[in-house]
């Protein structure tokens, strides 16, 4: 039966306490009357609480009806609309809006074709709103000209934004300034700042953005003193010798409190390594670093190490670094011991995904094995392996260690191997299928996380190709029809559609994570997977992807199917839904929502 609008409004409008989400998918024709009859239903709706319509072409009746709910809907939590094209005047439209709302929390207005016009209205709503805690502001052309307006609007009249994404908007050393400032106000609370993927930004205004959380104005109770997390993914100058100096001396102050850093792709001189190890080292609240594709080596994790061992000495306590994405940044398994066995870590998550551990593996575990596990090496419960060229020796010797040797690694929960050629199929290969069935029986039971049929350059290597994929641009998996956005609504997406908008408030990535890959593993139906690892910073929208791998389907002896990624480990089309709720999902994976 087709699912219409008007079932959307009637149950709307009846307070429906099974709609408490709701996804307008792309594929499904809306005029600007079903907008406005869509709105006028939420104006007295307590019920639901996030709505999603990216992707659609809004004309201005239809944005002025979403201002107008806006200014009198107090339960609405979440929201994303409008396409690429949405531009400053409709952004002007929904400030007016969200200028008397007291409900909505996250607004995510990314690629919206929003100039510094439209970031100043956004702003001179930010002054009066104080429900809004999440703002995606990603991949408009703001320019500094527009992050001053924000910024402005942080620094003097607004203390309840949180989470302010800014990621390529044309960010400079002017506007990382006026951030800076921002941040050392006392009336400033903004917690989490991503600026990833900003090209123009150079030393001086990442060295005011490193200098920001430790600024003598700011105060334990607001300012820069409230940041938490820093992204800044991309910034080729953020590590720069001036900037290395700000954020060394940034960290040995009592103000630093940043407890994520991601540096992805950031580009780390041989010469300033070092000073960016001792502020990891001194800090002591850092929990989540990312410097994955810096290509730092084992001489930086060297120095990391002793970095915290001599602030372990200095403070007699061991570093609050918890997870540490390493991905794509020429380690070797020396390396990886050394970090295994400082007594000054005591990691939870390592993720050294396409590095040089090739055949270093059996010494590692020969050493590992004889020793009691100290430090990280003791606390370690994920730790990703994949695409390092480990053999079938050195993938077996480890499996066969973990299982016989109770004191390795005895914390650890999952072992991603994914993209390791010479580990192969497990279902295809009976030793070490065994091994890993046998994994799962330890006292703490192991998940081994392994998928072969990855592509191979000449010299051998897992070729990972990078690609700034977005939400908006990923293909769907092969074999698969992209939707089409003048296509009538077909039955499956209506089902997606009410499944989504009946459940009980949003599935978490991690939540819909492990929900797919069980459905994936007792479908009867093949999954095609792909390589993939996934940065933090801007939600995991930088990526890169393998090749598609072979079908697989079914359990495979324990292991799930998988190529061994930093978070998600989804096929493309899984990641869609995670990304696009639904939007660009095949049929066969759009029921795979929980009821």
């Known amino acids: 039966e087709k699912v219409g609008v008007g079932d959307w409004t009637t149950?709307?409008?009846?307070?429906d306490e099974t709609m408490r989400s709701l996804l307008v998918m792309r594929n499904r024709k809306m005029t600007s009357s079903d907008w406005s009859s869509l709105c006028e239903s939420l104006v007295g709706n307590t019920r639901l609480e996030e709505l999603k319509a990216s992707g659609h072409a809004l004309e201005t009746e239809a944005v002025q009806a979403f201002a107008d709910m806006l200014s009198q809907n107090s339960g609405l939590k979440r929201l994303a609309l409008g396409d690429s094209e949405f531009g400053d005047e409709r952004a002007k439209l929904l400030s007016?809006?969200?200028?008397?709302?007291?409900?909505?929390?996250?607004?995510?207005?990314?690629?919206?074709?929003?100039?510094?016009?439209?970031?100043?209205?956004?702003?001179?709503?930010?002054?009066?709103?104080?429900?809004?805690?999440?703002?995606?502001?990603?991949?408009?052309a703001l320019t500094d000209e527009g992050v001053a307006f924000l910024a402005e609007a942080l620094a003097t009249k607004n203390s309840t934004l949180l989470d302010l994404d800014i990621a390529e908007t044309g960010l400079g050393d002017a506007g990382a300034t006026s951030l800076a400032n921002?941040?050392?106000?006392?009336?400033?609370?903004?917690?989490?700042?991503?600026?990833?993927?900003?090209?123009?930004?150079g030393s001086d205004g990442s060295a005011a953005l490193w200098a920001a959380p430790s600024s003598a104005s700011a105060s334990s109770s607001g300012g820069g003193a409230?940041?938490?997390?820093?992204?800044?993914?991309?910034?080729?100058?953020?590590?720069?010798?001036?900037?290395?100096?700000?954020?060394?001396?940034?960290?040995?102050?009592?103000?630093?409190?940043?407890?994520?850093?991601?540096?992805?792709?950031?580009?780390?001189?041989?010469?300033?390594?070092?000073?960016?190890?001792?502020?990891i080292g001194t800090s002591r609240t850092l929990a989540k670093l990312c410097l994955a594709k810096t290509k730092l080596g084992d001489d930086f994790v060297s120095a990391l190490v002793e970095a915290l061992k001599a602030d372990q000495d200095e403070s007699q306590?061991?570093?609050?670094?918890?997870?540490?994405?390493?991905?794509?940044?020429?380690?070797?398994?020396?390396?990886?011991?050394?970090?295994?066995?400082?007594?000054?870590?005591?990691?939870?998550?390592?993720?050294?995904?396409?590095?040089?551990?090739?055949?270093?593996?059996?010494?590692?575990?020969q050493h590992l094995a004889s020793s009691p596990a100290t430090g990280t090496a003791a606390s370690l419960t994920d730790l990703d392996l994949g695409a390092n060229a480990i053999d079938k020796e050195g993938a077996r010797m480890l499996f066969q260690?973990?299982?016989?040797?109770?004191?390795?690694?005895?914390?650890?929960?999952?072992?991603?191997?994914?993209?390791?050629?010479?580990?192969?199929?497990?279902?295809?290969?009976?030793?070490?299928?065994?091994?890993?069935?046998?994994?799962?029986?330890?006292?703490?039971?192991?998940?081994?996380?392994?998928?072969?049929?990855?592509?191979?350059?000449?010299s051998g290597q897992p070729s990972i190709t990078p690609v700034n994929a977005t939400s908006e641009e990923l293909p769907p998996?092969?074999?698969?029809?992209?939707?089409?956005?003048?296509?009538?609504?077909?039955?499956?997406?209506?089902?997606?559609?009410?499944?989504?908008?009946?459940?009980?408030?949003?599935?978490?990535?991690?939540?819909?994570?492990?929900?797919?890959?069980?459905?994936?593993?007792?479908?009867?139906?093949?999954?095609?997977?792909?390589g993939m690892v996934a940065y933090p910073g801007r939600d995991s929208d930088r990526r890169a992807w393998g090749a598609p791998s072979q079908d697989c389907s079914g359990p495979a002896r324990g292991a799930r199917a998988n190529q061994g990624g930093t978070t998600s480990g989804l096929t493309q089309s899984e990641l869609a839904c995670r990304d696009q709720d639904l939007e660009s999902c095949p049929p066969a994976t759009r029921s795979l929502r929980p009821p």
Request: include cysteine.
């Open 226 to 279: 409230s940041l938490r997390a820093l992204i800044l993914d991309g910034c080729e100058e953020a590590c720069s010798e001036e900037a290395c100096r700000a954020l060394l001396a940034a960290a040995r102050t009592r103000n630093w409190r940043l407890a994520e850093l991601s540096l992805a792709a950031v580009a780390i001189a041989q010469a300033d390594a070092p000073a960016v190890a001792q502020a």
């Open 11 to 15: 149950k709307l409008k009846s307070n």
């Open 317 to 365: 306590g061991t570093s609050g670094l918890r997870e540490l994405d390493l991905t794509s940044c020429s380690v070797t398994a020396a390396g990886l011991g050394e970090l295994l066995t400082c007594p000054a870590l005591s990691l939870e998550k390592l993720c050294l995904f396409d590095n040089n551990l090739k055949d270093g593996v059996p010494n590692l575990v």
């Open 477 to 530: 998996p092969s074999g698969q029809p992209a939707p089409d956005s003048d296509s009538d609504s077909d039955s499956d997406s209506e089902a997606a559609e009410e499944q989504h908008s009946s459940r009980l408030g949003p599935l978490t990535p991690d939540q819909l994570r492990l929900r797919l890959r069980f459905e994936a593993a007792t479908a009867s139906a093949p999954v095609h997977r792909v």
């Open 401 to 458: 260690s973990l299982q016989q040797t109770p004191n390795m690694l005895p914390a650890l929960k999952t072992l991603g191997m994914g993209a390791n050629d010479g580990v192969g199929d497990v279902e295809d290969d009976e030793e070490l299928g065994a091994l890993v069935e046998s994994l799962r029986e330890r006292a703490v039971p192991l998940d081994v996380v392994i998928k072969a049929g990855v592509r191979s350059d000449p």
């Open 96 to 140: 007016e809006g969200l200028k008397g709302n007291g409900g909505l929390q996250e607004l995510e207005l990314d690629l919206k074709s929003i100039t510094a016009e439209g970031a100043k209205e956004i702003a001179a709503a930010l002054c009066e709103n104080k429900s809004l805690r999440k703002l995606k502001l990603a991949r408009n």
């Open 182 to 201: 921002a941040l050392a106000s006392p009336s400033c609370g903004l917690q989490r700042l991503s600026v990833a993927d900003n090209t123009l930004l």
